[in-house]
Every structure is written in structure tokens, then in C-alpha cells.
């Protein structure tokens, strides 16, 4: 099976603008979670989309979103960028069945903002 | 490759050697936990998964360990080699309303001399 992908890999964007990131999860996972990593903070979670819903959400605010498509396939938007949005962005793909919680990570969108 | 951790604890053994890395969980409620191996430029990868039912499990070359009375997980490694060389975190998640909510902890850098 292919593994997770995120497009694009590099991201420069300067502040005010916004930016949507795509994942593609694992064929036949259905269970989509974004995750924020950087020096500081390390990996905190954003939210996690199961059959084109929402069911759980991190501590961040409104400027960051995301949506899930029916073939699984996940985006995130950030919107009025800020310096501190720079970060690798991490998805995580899995089952997202009861007892299935295993996450399989794609390599990262990078982002910078100037 | 990309910088995970600006200040992250770092263990260096020598080739062969077992190395033990120790993570302090924060909720005496999680049920669940992984150890995930991050290197330079990639996302982090499944090592190994334990439930709290449970106070050992053991994969190839690596076993968890589990003290919920202490609120502590450690992952050793066995003949520790070169391609070992990488960040360590471990992840933990509770209740069954969170469904792949993971709590990360900050991570440790093994460092694997020849």
C-alpha cells in the first residue's frame, strides 16, 4: 500500500495570506488527524476528520480549519497567516475504527511564513 | 534535514548497546500510548503501541514498559545501531469520545556512536 502523502512539501507564504495543505491517507483509511510541529511547542494536535466529519479539535484557533472529501483525502486552511503559524505541518492517517488508533504519519508540508 | 527540537534531551550510547528512553505521561486516565521514531526531514513512524491493561509488550528488538502508578512508559532497544539515531515520542490518548486525540510529549534524541 502507498504510504501517507502531503502536498505541497514546501510552503513559503508571508503574513496576512492564507494556505491549504492536502493529505492523502493510507487506501482505505478513513480517519484523517493534522498535527502542528515546531521547536517549541512540539507536536500538538489540530483536529481529526472521520468520514467527512469533525469529531474532535485541538486548542487552536478559528484561523486554522479543515475538511475531508469522500475519498478520505483531507485539506487544512490557515488563514491570516502569522509569523508563528511556521511549522511543519503533520498528517496522520488511520482506520479510525474502535480499537484502531494507530497513526501512519506523512512526511510534512513545511511552512514558512515571512 | 529539519530541526524537531531546539533543547530536546539527548541519550548517546555506543553500537550494541541497549538504550532506554523514559517519557512522564500527563493523565492518569490515558488508556492508550505509542512510541514513534522521527529522523531528520520525515514524519514520525509507529515503533510500538501498549494498552493500559497491560504493563509490557515486546516488538523486534523493542520493548514498552508501563507504570501507571508513576504516570511513566520507557522504550528500550536492544542492540542499538546506527539507524536508531533519531527523536523518540511518546504519544498518549483517553477516553473513548477522544477517538485519535494523542497527547505528545516532547521527545529525546538518540544518538547512536559507531
Known amino acids: 500500500k502507498a504510504g501517507v502523502t502531503q502536498t505541497p512539501r514546501y510552503l513559503i507564504k508571508t503574513r496576512g495570506q492564507q494556505v491549504t495543505l492536502s493529505c492523502s491517507p493510507i487506501?482505505?483509511?478513513?480517519?484523517v488527524s493534522w498535527y502542528q510541529q515546531t521547536p517549541g511547542q512540539g507536536l500538538q494536535f489540530l483536529f481529526e476528520y472521520f468520514s467527512e466529519t469533525q469529531r474532535n479539535k485541538g486548542n487552536f484557533p478559528g484561523r486554522f480549519s479543515g475538511r475531508q472529501f469522500s475519498n478520505s483525502r483531507s485539506e487544512m486552511n490557515v488563514s491570516t497567516l502569522e509569523l508563528g503559524d511556521s511549522a511543519l505541518y503533520l498528517c496522520?492517517?488511520?482506520?479510525?475504527?474502535?480499537?484502531?488508533?494507530?497513526?501512519?504519519f506523512g512526511p510534512g508540508t513545511r511552512l514558512t511564513v515571512l | 534535514g529539519e530541526s524537531v527540537g531546539l533543547h530536546l534531551p539527548t541519550l548517546s550510547v555506543q553500537e550494541g548497546d541497549n538504550s532506554i528512553i523514559n517519557c512522564a505521561y500527563s493523565n492518569s486516565a490515558s488508556d492508550y500510548f505509542i512510541w514513534y521514531k522521527q529522523e531528520s526531514g520525515k514524519g514520525p513512524q509507529f515503533i510500538i503501541d501498549?494498552?493500559?491493561?497491560?504493563d509490557k509488550r515486546q516488538g523486534q528488538r523493542v520493548t514498552v514498559l508501563l507504570n501507571k502508578t508513576v504516570k511513566h512508559l520507557s522504550l528500550q532497544i536492544a542492540a542499538t545501531q546506527p539507524g536508531d539515531s533519531a527523536v523518540y515520542f511518546c504519544?498518549?490518548?483517553?477516553?473513548?469520545?477522544?477517538?485519535?486525540?494523542?497527547?505528545f510529549g516532547s521527545g529525546t534524541k538518540l544518538n547512536v556512536k559507531p
Open positions: 487506501s482505505g483509511h478513513r480517519s
Open positions: 504519544a498518549e490518548k483517553w477516553g473513548l469520545q477522544n477517538f485519535n486525540k494523542f497527547y
Open positions: 501498549i494498552r493500559s491493561n497491560m
Open positions: 496522520a492517517s488511520s482506520p479510525g475504527t474502535s480499537g484502531q488508533h494507530r497513526g501512519f
